[in-house]
């Protein structure tokens, strides 16, 4: 089988949003990262620590590989073989790009790993038997494992370390995989409170918490539903289109002037997870 | 609690106003008290139940938030605590706060990790031998009564960091009962030397800059976005400055020797050899080609090919920065520490900010700052300086009593000052600490504090970033451990030692906090409002904000001193430039005991939980040297080992190893993981300042013969993107931003 068959024939049986007949309603949760207005500072990635109950690993489990931290901040240079980095390094918040059509849900043989009503991409602690094929599968290699049971390994969180855990987050035990949620914690909060209103969650009434600390305001995180919010808003002027594996003004001759892209788009995953290039001044 | 009987007490006695003021922090005051401001005082009609105690708002399930200050660094970010069944557990900005408008960075999160840190000294420790005993808070005040007894004040030293509100006021009040003039303030990393410059210069330590109003930002090593001054704030001009003015994207255009978080992020980022900065900056000046008189004179030697040789900038960089700076106005320049940390820091420092006159950045990128009214609690600022005085002393045997606050000098000294040694000559030695850290171990009594989430204060931050502001600091929690104190308490307990009458309206700092603001509430913006009312709402409010007078700067060219060395010859011996890094996540190494921050990768080099010397890929290669060589160190002072790093963000004749790491105590977080840099530091001054020149140091480097693999985050394609599209950037004539939304 050749494949573009593959790919063809998965497509055809694969379950993904928004699907025709039933757009996400009232709700698509999604992300904008200015990587122009992103300095690498890794405050996001401390709080994520903080939010959602980040075990650390320390020394000896971070050289295996075993970092659990669901946002990182990747760092490149050029690669031209100049001396020196000297237009500076390009940083790159990464986390679960909560894919419409995620291939780490495909592969899972307990269906642990789901696709939300909301347009999240859901991992199920209690049904997850640790196959890790998800984390194998996922382009964006951001599902981590717990090969360790950390809330009892020694130093991760000895007495009143504990106390900072966060009650709304589940503490995960041994043999489950785990990534970022897009503090779905906070999410469930306000679409709650906003269905006994009888609304919707308004712009501005949720933040992650990557977002929240952000020094430079970085990270901008809405209903892409909502035409009122910021994302809808610059995803419409970025002209990127989340049910598109190529977007159209990518087509045009000479490329695009907009800065919106999708990582890895190609890959057909259908990202939620929109950047903005870097810029880099040409006069100097 | 402040009982109505000694209030009488105090309102009968003979009682004089203006040292009243003092007590409560006014004194001197520029901004008017009220005649009414303290009744509640006189009259008696105070109770004071410190809210940690009222607990009738705590629903299980549904948090409470709380409005406090961050005392990570001084930058006096405002905080919102989040608090569940009466235990704190997370940290955000305050939108409130001009500062930092709702945001934090990452050392901000972790302040969590500091108030439920395992490692935190729980009970007051007595020497015994080379043993902490635990001993009651009456014993240890006690003893520290008893010592004092018969000591005069010139055999009594204190060291502290920065200190600022009413813990400033206290402090002085404390020392002052004690006819001490010995506080010695002591930051290990502070930006001392260009705070003098500034001062001959634009007439204030630190002008308020506008790198928001910038069209164009030219940085000698200042990293604004990483550790400078006020890192939060200025990440957020600067996101204001990449929207641009008018459309227009701002430039940013680093210098420095060794790339820090805010050259990483520069559009120009210039490899400068180290010291040279200043000459650069003349270089700069000479090219621009606009400056006339005294500055044409000095600058007209400095021309392109002498400015390249000696700096190692391209020529052609020159001439495209001098094209932008006078294409693009305003523009703003920054000197920071990379530029300070020399011997001629201070000339460096000048010539820098004579750019900023040059192009007519002054009143336009750099403001005057907004004074504070009141003089008893504006900060006092650290110096290094202050540390090798205090060692002077100690080395003389000056002391007989000793108090530390939390500062770290046995861990931040550089090695030749022997600090360690000196110290053991003052005859009785107290610490106020967090941690059992290396200075604390020498002390004979440690006094345990409260955390910042546990204690009351008042902050005033150097930089304000729009008004004047008092930030409120209180408790977010009740203390975790039984028999911590608050700073502002144990200060309480010690003035009242000497000075019995004045404060003995006060049972806790909570009380003399809360009659101090009552007291001054007209001036702070109570006017009108009941005590209850006021007070509450400050501290919901968790700022208070005065509008505070901000002239105009006193700009004062004056070149005639200025006078740049020619850069040094390479020493054989020791033939490279040893970097001391300030990183954004370590600082000066007191915040290494909280996990979060061991583990989050240094951003340029991903490294975490260890040092690392960073070389340039090309001096690696002339030395034989692969990543993960453990490569000895060695100035004329010591030397240290270490894994290394190839970098090419570092000029080939530096090599780098970050400030922070290198604990031999402290916690289980911090005890042994890295190197500590100021081991190998040479003792080398600022000149004009005698600021330690934290650059000077010269070294050399041999292997070991040992390799690691270093623990990092990097993933196994480095610093490359193999050809596919991840970190995707654009050039400015590619790009139109002003439609963006
Ligand atoms: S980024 Fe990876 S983990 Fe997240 S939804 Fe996509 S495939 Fe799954
Ligand atoms: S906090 Fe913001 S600026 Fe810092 S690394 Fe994260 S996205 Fe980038
Ligand atoms: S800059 Fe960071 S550590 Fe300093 S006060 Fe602000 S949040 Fe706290």
Redesign the pocket.
Same mark, same amino acid.
């Given at each position: 089988m050749s494949v573009t068959n593959l790919l063809d024939n998965w497509a055809a049986v694969r379950h993904f949003h928004p699907i025709d007949d039933k757009p996400h309603d009232p709700y698509k949760w999604a992300m904008a990262i200015d990587l122009d207005a992103c300095i690498g500072c890794n405050a996001c990635a401390v709080a994520c620590y903080a939010e959602n109950n980040l075990p650390v690993v320390g020394r000896e489990k971070f050289k295996h590989g075993q970092v659990m931290h669901w946002m990182r901040i990747e760092r490149y240079w050029d690669e031209d073989g100049r001396d020196y980095p000297d237009q500076g390094f390009q940083f790159l918040p990464m986390? /679960? @790009? @909560? /894919?419409e059509a995620? #291939? /780490?849900?495909t592969v899972c043989p307990v269906g642990a790993?789901n696709h939300t009503q909301d347009g999240l991409?859901s @991992?199920i602690y209690n049904r997850c038997i640790g196959s890790r094929y998800? $984390?194998a599968?996922? #382009?964006?290699?951001?599902?981590y494992f717990n090969w360790y049971d950390y809330p009892t390994t020694e130093n991760v969180w000895p007495a009143e370390m504990n106390y900072q855990l966060n009650p709304d987050v589940t503490v995960r035990g041994k043999g489950v995989m785990e990534?970022?949620t897009f503090c779905v914690q906070r999410l469930r909060a306000a679409e709650v409170t906003a269905k006994g209103e009888g609304r919707i969650v308004r712009e501005g009434e949720v933040q992650t918490a990557c977002q929240q600390s952000c020094p430079t305001g970085a990270i901008s995180f809405g209903n892409l539903v909502d035409p009122e919010s910021r994302v809808h808003k610059q995803w419409q002027a970025q002209q990127v289109d989340l049910d598109k594996d190529m977007q159209e003004k990518n087509q045009k001759e000479g490329g695009s002037d907009l800065r919106g892209y999708r990582i890895l788009e190609e890959l057909r995953?259908y990202? $939620?997870v929109m950047y903005l290039e870097r810029v880099r001044e040409s006069a100097v | 609690m402040i009982d109505s009987d000694s209030v009488k007490n105090l309102a009968g006695h003979p009682f004089d106003r203006r040292d009243f003021l003092k007590v409560l922090g006014w004194g001197g005051a520029a901004a008017a008290l009220s005649g009414c401001g303290n009744t509640s005082i006189e009259d008696g009609k105070e109770t004071v139940v410190s809210y940690v105690e009222a607990k009738d708002y705590v629903i299980p399930g549904v948090a409470v938030y709380f409005n406090s200050t961050c005392a990570q660094c001084d930058a006096g970010c405002s905080i919102t605590g989040k608090i569940r069944e009466g235990r704190v557990l997370k940290l955000e900005g305050n939108p409130e706060s001009p500062i930092n408008k709702g945001r934090l960075c990452g050392l901000g999160q972790a302040a969590v990790q500091h108030h439920y840190n395992p490692d935190r000294v729980r009970e007051p420790l007595l020497r015994n031998g080379d043993k902490g005993e635990a001993i009651s808070w009456e014993k240890a005040y006690a003893l520290i009564n008893e010592k004092l007894a018969g000591v005069k004040g010139e055999e009594i030293a204190l060291v502290s960091g920065d200190v600022s509100g009413h813990q400033k006021v206290l402090l002085g009040n404390y020392m002052d009962s004690l006819g001490s003039k010995n506080h010695f303030v002591y930051e290990a990393v502070s930006p001392a030397v260009v705070r003098a410059a500034n001062l001959k210069f634009y007439g204030v330590e630190m002008p308020r800059y506008r790198i928001d109003k910038a069209k164009v930002v030219l940085s000698f090593g200042a990293d604004f976005l990483g550790t400078w001054v006020s890192p939060v704030h200025f990440a957020q001009q600067y996101a204001a400055f990449r929207k641009g003015v008018d459309g227009q994207r701002g430039v940013l255009i680093q210098a420095e020797s060794k790339m820090t978080l805010t050259g990483a992020n520069a559009d120009r980022w210039l490899a400068v050899r180290p010291g040279t900065e200043g000459i650069l900056a003349l270089g700069i000046i000479n090219a621009l080609g606009v400056a006339t008189g005294d500055v044409a004179e000095l600058v007209k030697d400095y021309d392109k090919v002498r400015v390249s040789r000696e700096t190692g900038v391209e020529p052609s960089n020159i001439d495209k920065i001098a094209a932008i700076l006078k294409l693009r106005s305003p523009s703003l320049v920054l000197v920071g520490s990379a530029a300070e940390g020399y011997q001629h820091g201070l000339q460096n420092a000048a010539a820098i900010n004579l750019l900023n006159q040059v192009l007519g950045n002054v009143g336009k990128t750099i403001e005057a700052p907004v004074s504070v009214p009141f003089p008893q609690m504006a900060p006092a600022k650290g110096k290094t300086a202050a540390l090798k005085d205090l060692n002077d002393d100690l080395a003389a045997g000056k002391y007989k009593v000793l108090f530390n606050v939390a500062t770290n000098p046995v861990f931040t000294a550089p090695a030749s000052y022997k600090f360690r040694d000196n110290m053991a000559k003052a005859g009785f030695k107290v610490a106020f600490a967090h941690y059992l850290d290396e200075t604390a171990l020498q002390a004979d009594l440690v006094l345990p504090l409260d955390s910042e989430m546990e204690d009351w204060g008042t902050h005033v931050p150097e930089y304000l970033a729009d008004t004047v502001q008092i930030n409120i600091q209180q408790p977010l929690m009740e203390r975790l451990h039984a028999n911590t104190r608050g700073f502002g308490d144990i200060l309480l307990a010690l003035v009242k030692q000497r000075r019995a009458e004045e404060y003995k309206a006060f049972d806790d700092y909570y009380g003399y906090l809360r009659s101090a603001v009552l007291q001054n509430k007209a001036a702070l913006g109570g006017a009108g409002s009941d005590d209850d009312t006021f007070w509450n709402d400050t501290l919901s409010n968790g700022i208070v904000k005065l509008s505070g007078a901000s002239g105009a700067l006193s700009l004062k060219v004056d070149v005639s001193g200025l006078k740049l060395p020619t850069p040094k010859e390479i020493d054989e011996q020791y033939p490279m430039n040893l970097i001391p890094a300030v990183t954004s996540n370590l600082r000066d190494g007191r915040h290494t005991n909280q996990p979060w921050i061991q583990e989050s990768p240094d951003p340029l080099t991903t490294i975490v939980w260890d040092s690392w010397v960073e070389m340039h890929p090309k001096m690696a290669l002339q030395l034989g040297i692969v990543e993960g060589d453990i490569v000895k160190v060695t100035s004329k002072t010591g030397s240290v080992s270490a894994q290394v790093y190839l970098f090419p963000g570092i000029h080939p004749d530096a090599v780098s190893i970050p400030i922070g790491r290198g604990h031999d105590a402290m916690g289980r977080y911090a005890k042994g993981y890295g190197v500590n840099p100021f081991e190998i530091m040479d003792a080398v001054f600022e000149s004009a300042t005698g600021e330690l020149a934290m650059h000077e140091t010269r070294v050399n480097i041999t292997k070991t013969g040992q390799r690691v693999i270093v623990v990092k985050d990097e993933g196994p394609a480095g610093g490359r993107q193999m050809g596919r599209k991840i970190a995707a950037r654009m050039s400015t004539d590619q790009v139109d931003l002003s439609k963006e939304v």
């Open positions: 986390m /679960c @790009q @909560q /894919c995620a #291939p /780490c849900e790993t991409n @991992q998800c $984390s599968n996922c #382009p964006f290699k951001v599902r990534k970022c995953s990202p $939620s | -």
